[in-house]
């Protein structure tokens, strides 16, 4: 009796497409040990988006947003905006003409990190409700930024092995600095320096507020200054205005008008 073949685990997947995306030079060795040492259950959740076989266009964008939803957006009353800005970017980019052509991820972060859904078509993508989406707990910036990009690098490289071309655009959006987090400001500027020396990657960074140096907070996180956003006012007209503006500069980048990589200038218009 032969012994049939097991397939790999989900964890040695992971691991084979990062190995493949430093192979072809999407990151270096070092980002591979990286991420390799962090293959936790919430890179597996985002890294597992639409199935290849089931994807039509020819040319992908991955939009990845990442928003903060730790005790200050409660304190600051912004609950309710993030929620509505999230839902008219999600609107916005079903609208646009190149909405067949986008698959769109959302993560949360406070005290933990949490994908609301992986890569997906914006028809199917998860809106925030007073239900799923509620401020509590501290600001692990750090830890939801490489577990975003871990799981963007290995959805990105499945794409591609698959024959579909893709961009990336991920964006942070939070109202303070990091607070609890294992990960540290070094090890996110090593992936993101990576990703953007590779030519495929657009990363950006919204600060709301004036709790921090956030121009500073994004540079040490590896940001170019041409994507970073500071929305000062934390107002919830002003936070729905940054959320807009999110999804304007990604349909941008969508439509090829913004050009990955250190010079991308993703709010610049």
Not at 12 to 19: D, E, P, R, T
Not at 132 to 159: F, I, K, S
Not at 194 to 210: C, P
Not at 243 to 254: D, G, K, L, P, T
């Amino acid at each position: 009796m032969t012994k049939q073949a097991t397939k790999p685990s989900q964890s040695a997947q992971l691991s084979n497409l990062f190995q493949k995306a430093s192979s072809q030079g999407v990151i270096s060795a070092g980002t591979h040990s990286l991420l390799t040492g962090h293959m936790g259950d919430v890179v597996i959740a985002g890294a597992a988006g639409k199935a290849l076989e089931e994807i039509v266009a020819t040319d992908v964008t991955l939009i990845t947003v990442i928003i903060d939803a730790s005790s200050s957006i409660a304190y600051s009353r912004l609950e309710k905006a993030v929620r509505e800005g999230q839902r008219a970017m999600l609107d916005a980019f079903a609208g646009s003409k190149q909405a067949d052509e986008i698959l769109v991820a959302t993560w949360t972060f406070n005290t933990n990190v949490k994908v609301m859904h992986s890569y997906v078509p914006v028809s199917e993508a998860t809106r925030l409700t007073a239900k799923n989406y509620r401020g509590y707990g501290c600001t692990v910036l750090y830890d939801a930024w490489c577990d975003a990009l871990a799981a963007n690098v290995a959805y990105a490289q499945q794409l591609r092995d698959g024959g579909t071309p893709c961009r990336s655009v991920v964006v942070v959006i939070t109202d303070g600095e990091d607070v609890g987090s294992g990960r540290r400001p070094v090890e996110c500027k090593q992936l993101s320096q990576d990703l953007l020396g590779s030519e495929q990657f657009i990363l950006g960074f919204v600060g709301v507020g004036r709790e921090a140096d956030f121009r500073q907070v994004a540079r040490n996180m590896g940001i170019p200054s041409g994507c970073i956003m500071v929305q000062k006012n934390s107002t919830p007209s002003a936070l729905r205005q940054v959320f807009q503006m999110v999804s304007q500069s990604a349909i941008r980048a969508s439509q090829g008008l913004v050009k990955p990589g250190v010079n991308a200038g993703f709010f610049q218009p």
